[in-house]
């Protein structure tokens, strides 16, 4: 995530923060998926999603998460129709130490 964290640093992290994701760096748990760089379940990257609405009661859906690396040496990871089973953000980004 260089360079909002340059590699090797430790952060500070808000376990299961509440209220919208979107443009945030977060720190993702993809159960079927893994991240392409490490080879692991666990990625920090920065998030968006797009979402479908239905219904008049206001319900929506993902239809797709983006996690997307700071660093463009490396590639966004794209979860098409991801369910609470597949994904899961664990906690947001707060800080360098």
Request: charged residues 30%; contains cysteine.
């Amino acid at each position: 995530m260089e360079p909002t964290i340059p590699d090797g640093s430790y952060c500070i992290f808000r376990y299961e923060p509440q209220g919208s994701r979107e443009g945030k760096v977060m720190l993702a748990e993809m159960r079927p998926a893994l991240d392409p760089e490490t080879n692991q379940k666990f990625t920090v990257k920065r998030y968006h999603s797009e979402k479908e609405y239905s219904g008049e009661d206001g319900s929506w859906s993902h239809t797709r998460i983006i996690l997307s690396p700071d660093n463009k040496d490396f590639e966004d990871i794209i979860l098409e129709n991801a369910s609470e089973n597949d994904f899961k953000i664990v906690a947001e980004f707060i800080s360098v130490i």
